[in-house]
């Protein structure tokens, strides 16, 4: 498998509840039987909640309308520690990749001066994205920001305005160049419910 992110899909960088399933998407719904299954959970009730979801969104999933949306599916891989990382939903976030960024860029002081983000502050964070990771990584212009992040270059915009955020797949590229993680695999998690389901039966099965 290529070390590369994959670009076949763009998820939404905050959904956790669901997405609407087309026709040429793999549902869901025995991957929903897998974690309740494998990890004790007696009730829809509890599965939804250990997903961090309604019931309701549970049950579109169950109906295969919708498929469980990235953050639940985060929430999976933090809790079998995929590729021995044990907090994917914190690293998906752009206040844990800004202050990664800030830890590696060798203009932090000089970003540190022009600005006070609180750490808390998690709009702030994802509207300081763009320009964090174009210094960070010695990009000279949008268009070669926008390239690597696999967006269109009017998206950037909207993201430093507060009109939207850096989703999944563009978070993931950043990931891989600050984390050395292989992050395809974890798009792939993401993506194909098959994936996901056998890490999670091999996270069962250790002793």
Not at 21 to 49: H, M, N, Y
Not at 92 to 108: A, E, F, K, W
Request: hydrophobic content about 40%; glycine content about 6%.
């Amino acid at each position: 498998m290529s070390s590369s992110i994959s670009k076949h899909i763009v998820l939404p960088a905050d959904d956790c509840t669901s997405i609407t399933r087309t026709p040429q998407q793999k549902d869901d719904s025995v991957l929903l039987d897998v974690i309740k299954d494998g990890f004790g959970l007696a009730t829809d009730a509890e599965l939804a909640g250990f997903l961090g979801i309604t019931r309701s969104a549970l049950c579109t999933v169950r109906h295969k309308t919708h498929r469980l949306g990235p953050k639940s599916k985060f929430i999976v891989l933090d809790k079998i520690s995929y590729l021995g990382v044990r907090n994917w939903v914190e690293r998906i976030s752009g206040l844990y990749i800004g202050q990664r960024l800030h830890m590696i860029s060798v203009t932090r002081a000089r970003l540190a001066g022009k600005k006070n983000i609180p750490e808390d502050n998690l709009i702030a964070a994802e509207m300081s994205l763009p320009d964090e990771i174009k210094q960070c990584f010695k990009m000279a212009t949008d268009d070669e920001l926008a390239t690597f992040l696999g967006v269109n270059r009017n998206h950037i915009s909207m993201i430093r305005n507060g009109k939207s955020k850096l989703g999944i797949d563009p978070k993931l590229r950043v990931l891989q160049r600050i984390d050395q993680i292989d992050c395809a695999k974890v798009q792939d998690a993401i993506s194909d419910p098959d994936v996901l389901i056998e890490a999670v039966r091999a996270h069962v099965k250790k002793p």
